[in-house]
């Protein structure tokens, strides 16, 4: 099982970025898909989900209306769309892949800063 982050940066407040999460090694379509995030000294917190096929999504309150999480099962990609950016929006997210208690797969994470 692979999940391979990438997409982030340094951006400025108000910008924009887009993560991208590639998954291998497992059926990515039977797999709901999450993005989370860490900041320094804090707990890593849940940021998105998206069901297997994509109809049933949730956010955190922080992020609703900026942020919007979609996958595409051909591709075997799920995406994060980060608008309107924030110096608290400043993390490392890590892309997780959950099947069930034993199918609970993470990648490495992407840095993402939003500094001017």
């Known amino acids: 099982v692979q999940l391979v982050e990438s997409g982030g940066g340094l951006v400025q407040p108000g910008g924009s970025l887009r993560l991208s999460c590639a998954a291998s090694?497992?059926?990515?379509?039977?797999?709901?898909m999450k993005w989370a995030r860490q900041a320094p000294g804090k707990e890593r917190e849940l940021v998105a989900a998206?069901?297997?096929?994509?109809?049933?999504?949730h956010y955190a309150d922080s992020v609703k209306g900026r942020f919007t999480i979609s996958r595409d099962n051909a591709k075997n990609t799920v995406y994060l769309q980060m608008n309107s950016l924030k110096p608290e929006d400043t993390a490392v997210y890590h892309c997780?892949?959950?099947?069930?208690?034993?199918?609970?797969?993470w990648g490495q994470g992407t840095q993402v800063t939003v500094s001017s």
């Open positions: 090694g497992f059926t990515f379509s039977n797999y709901a």
């Open positions: 998206i069901s297997s096929a994509g109809g049933g999504r």
């Open positions: 997780n892949a959950y099947g069930g208690h034993s199918n609970d797969y």
